[in-house]
């Protein structure tokens, strides 16, 4: 979704308050939308499109006081305004009002750059904002469904909430997509990366206690627990709950206020802007490789195992898996438990009822084991093969992973200390060059290059000329086919542990055949025979040939040379071309 | 009374009436025969890579197509333009980008006339030029035809295509399902042509267990719908997608039958020319009464033609 940008967007003087002239703006950064639905519910006037960015520049020297208000001990309060009022809709938005309007009139009147002071100038319509309508979601496909969806969903999913419980949950009218609303108002997360987690813990001296702690019920207070360090969202959800703050709420307070803390004592602090932490910028694990592990005591290599399983254990090797993510989050969600914590083998509350198993096995987690796996079978470099493969797990992969406990050989080597690029030097860029480093050395099947194996099993050159009408005969580079593909799994963790043998690569054109080294992977034309009318799945010759190379090509993309699309570039074209239903 | 033979010829004729009242028959079809015995083709749009022998194959087959040179179908420049049918082509290939990825994959649909199971052009026409055959094709039979063009307003797809340009015997032009061939055991000629077996010919049932299964085995390359099954009563051409159907060219259509609209009308009340019938019959039965009455309020030394 592109952001709307506002019509009067000048490059504007950083920063300096020049609070005299009048023509003075500042960068806008991005707009807070301020709808407040769950008080004002159906708008009568569109969001006001609010810059935080430029009203915390424009007021630098009056600091955030001018706005928010401070608790007592002095720390600021990121809620507004000043004097909120929020007992009817209508004591909110003249809190507001007062609030905005009373400002910027008293600044318009002493000269300085003000805002607007007439409802549409705020209340702005943007161009893809139209009244919110509710329309339906489920297509009309889905009609001789809707009934039974009226008497199921509709029973418990009540308008309006009768109850502060009813409305916590999702109302019909969530059921309904605002089709007409265009906008999108959300903000990018602001991701706690290892590398932004590493200089926190620089610049705080490795002090896990300034940010890392819990509550204690005893004590009646804050404390900090050593080895129970984990993200905030672990306790601090989406709304405020008594004295717990939401996340939201939480992160502003304390990172924004640490940070202008330490900028007023001239220490090195993080940034305060709204834009320059809601950046959109996210690192991909790649760009992560170097940052030196977070050390809270995890596992290197542990065995997964649940007794009385009828599979051998998992060797799950932790610390290579942590260079496939960015955050710990992105496999132990907001706590740093380990799986079977809160997923139990029958499932329980604390795990959102899914089990154990399912925890590890679902294709369409993004959190479970085959999940990721999945997900990173869908990169281009293998889209080739395992687009055109079924998305269900084979059983013979099972044992790829339940192999049991690894014998000691296959211990792996880890990065030499002075190997570490200076951190501090680096701490500007976004973006790490990975030339000529694998980060990790460890004891991973190679594939052999094909000519290694029997010379006469990888046919060099083919000629495909099964099928000739309209084009020459083909000449299908059958082994450098197998040496691209060889080599792009050589080069990924991922598929080196997976494709340990041969003869799953080569099943990969040659599907639905058990695969023996003795043997030689038949051609195409044994199963696809010109003959048989295509009434399964299970296209001619013709259909399969095409399917199979044009599907790989068009998954993988590249050059037209090296991945031919088109017609000729495959197989020259027959003068005069024959036509097309002749023959047959 | 005296019975005399006018007397009996109108009570045989609002007898009549009454039984063609009594029993308004079903519109006639062989709807329920193709429904369990017709041909379908399952088009499988996420394998279509737009090379347009298809639209070459239909070309040579139908000889009453103006020709075109094989060269004419490699420009693939064409799929730029979102295509209609016209009276020089039975199908077109389109082009449509997948409108989430931004790398923009493009997507090739076919088009032809969908062979509905209850054709609304069949309905709509007023000489009956459409029919349906046993093998679900929808045939067009010029020589009845008028030219009023109803078939046009009434499809749902907007398939026939005219031919304006021709003065004096003027056409209308839309997919033959190779009726001939297929009738012969065949295949239709795009569907034996195309490279990348886009579509499967064979019997309508076993196409929709076909396309169930592939739903089930690639949940995540498809919509989870196949387009055709129930669409306006159901057509033989099914097509699978991997985007949402409006966005290759299908519309969103309920499942009730085109012609449900307006048979039960124009099939039902207008059969046997019943609403004629009856109004001349209820106005001839007020005219014979009235007149009977003033027959009996005529004074009594009235020396009328027939004194008896």
């Not at chain 1, 007021?59 to 000043?82: M, N, R, T, V, W």
């Not at chain 1, 296209?539 to 090296?562: D, F, I, N, S, V």
């Not at chain 2, 085995?217 to 159901?234: D, F, L, T």
């Not at chain 2, 039965?285 to 009235?290: K, T």
Request: with cysteine.
């Amino acid at each position: 979704m592109e952001q709307p940008v506002p019509a009067e967007e000048k490059p504007a003087a950083q920063g300096s308050a020049d609070t005299k002239n009048a023509d003075t703006t500042y960068p806008a950064g991005r707009p807070i939308y301020i709808s407040i639905s769950e008080v004002f519910r159906d708008l009568a006037r569109p969001p006001v499109k609010f810059y935080h960015d430029r009203h915390a520049r424009a007021l630098e020297q009056e600091g955030c006081e001018e706005c928010h208000l401070k608790d007592a001990a002095e720390e600021l309060i990121y809620s507004f305004p000043k004097q909120r009022n929020d007992r009817t809709p209508e004591t909110l938005m003249n809190s507001y009002h007062d609030s905005c309007i009373g400002c910027h009139t008293e600044r318009a009147a002493a000269g300085k750059t003000a805002g607007a002071v007439t409802c549409g100038e705020c209340h702005a319509m943007d161009a893809g904002y139209h009244s919110i309508e509710y329309l339906p979601r489920l297509p009309e496909y889905y009609e001789p469904l809707r009934d039974t969806y009226h008497r199921d969903c509709v029973a418990c999913h009540k308008d309006p909430p009768k109850t502060a419980h009813d409305a916590t949950k999702l109302n019909w009218k969530s059921f309904y997509i605002r089709e007409k609303e265009t906008i999108d108002t959300s903000w990018p997360k602001v991701v706690m990366d290892y590398k932004l987690h590493y200089q926190h813990e620089q610049a705080l001296d490795k002090k896990c206690e300034l940010c890392h702690l819990t509550f204690s019920e005893a004590e009646d207070k804050m404390v900090y627990v050593k080895g129970t360090e984990s993200s905030c969202r672990d306790c601090h959800k989406d709304t405020d709950v008594d004295n717990q703050l939401s996340y939201r709420h939480l992160s502003h307070n304390e990172c924004i206020g640490c940070h202008l803390k330490r900028s007023k004592e001239h220490k090195k602090a993080g940034p305060f802007y709204c834009s320059e932490c809601h950046t959109g910028i996210e690192k991909s694990p790649e760009e992560l490789l170097y940052v030196p592990r977070e050390e809270r005591n995890q596992p290197q290599k542990l065995l997964i195992e649940t007794t009385g399983a009828r599979l051998k254990g998992v060797p799950f090797d932790h610390q290579l898996h942590e260079l496939a993510t960015s955050t710990c989050q992105g496999c132990h969600h907001d706590t740093l438990n380990k799986c079977s914590t809160c997923h139990t083998q029958k499932g329980s509350s604390e795990g959102d009822w899914v089990p154990l198993a399912e925890a590890y096995h679902q294709s369409t987690s993004a959190w479970s084991c085959v999940g990721c796996h999945e997900a990173k079978k869908q990169a281009a470099d293998c889209a080739g093969c395992h687009s055109l493969m079924k998305t269900e797990l084979g059983e013979a992969s099972c044992v790829t992973c339940h192999s049991g406990a690894p014998d000691a050989s296959s211990a792996f080597v880890p990065l030499p200390e002075n190997a570490l690029p200076d951190l501090e030097e680096l701490s500007g860029e976004l973006a790490f060059s990975l030339s000529g480093y694998d980060g990790m050395a460890f004891q991973l099947p190679l594939l052999p290059v094909p000519e290694a194996m029997l010379p006469d099993k990888t046919q060099e050159k083919m000629k495909i000329a099964l099928l000739e009408k309209s084009y020459d005969a083909s000449e299908f580079p059958h082994l450098k086919i197998v040496k691209k593909l060889t080599d792009i799994s050589n080069n990924n963790r991922l598929s080196r542990y997976f494709h340990a043998d041969q003869m799953t690569m080569c099943s990969g054109c040659h599907h639905l055949g058990p695969l023996t080294e003795k043997q030689t992977p038949p051609p195409c034309s044994t199963c696809h025979t010109s003959k048989n009318t295509p009434q399964k799945n299970t296209p001619t010759l013709l259909g399969a040939y095409h399917r199979q190379c044009l599907g790989c090509h068009k998954a993988m993309g590249g050059e037209e040379k090296e991945r031919p699309q088109s017609c000729t570039g495959c197989h020259k074209e027959k003068t005069p071309a024959a036509l097309q239903t002749a023959g047959r | 009374m005296n019975s005399t033979r006018r007397t009996f010829l109108k009570h045989l004729s609002g007898t009549a009436g009454m039984l063609a009242l009594g029993s308004p028959a079903r519109a006639e079809d062989s709807y329920s025969q193709s429904r369990v015995n017709g041909f379908g083709v399952l088009v499988d749009t996420t394998l279509c890579v737009g090379c347009r022998s298809c639209e070459q194959a239909c070309n040579e087959i139908n000889t009453d197509l103006p020709r075109k040179s094989p060269e004419h179908f490699k420009d693939l420049s064409v799929l730029e333009q979102k295509r209609r049918m016209d009276y020089s082509t039975y199908t077109i290939v389109n082009r449509y980008q997948s409108g989430t990825e931004t790398d923009g994959k493009p997507v090739f649909a076919k088009f032809q006339c969908m062979h509905c199971l209850r054709p609304a052009c069949k309905s709509a026409c007023i000489v009956g030029a459409f029919s349906s055959e046993a093998t679900g094709a929808v045939q067009y039979d010029s020589w009845k035809c008028i030219g009023c063009r109803y078939c046009m307003a009434a499809c749902p797809f907007q398939v026939p295509a005219y031919e304006y340009h021709n003065a004096f015997t003027p056409k209308v032009r839309k997919c033959t399902y190779c009726q001939p061939r297929i009738s012969a055991g065949g295949l239709p000629a795009c569907v034996q042509a195309c490279p990348m077996e886009v579509m499967t010919f064979g019997p309508r049932e076993a196409l929709l267990n076909d396309a169930r299964a592939r739903l089930a085995s690639y949940p995540e390359r498809y919509v989870q719908h196949i387009y055709g099954e129930h669409e306006v009563g159901g057509t033989s051409w099914l097509y699978l997608s991997g985007l949402p159907f409006e966005q290759i060219g299908l519309p969103r259509f309920g499942y009730h039958p085109t012609p449900g609209y307006t048979e039960p009308i124009q099939h039902a009340i207008f059969k046997y020319f019943l609403p004629p019938i009856g109004l001349y019959s209820l106005l001839g039965g007020l005219m014979w009464f009235f007149n009977n009455r003033k027959k009996k309020t005529a004074p009594a030394d009235f020396k009328g033609l027939h004194s008896s």
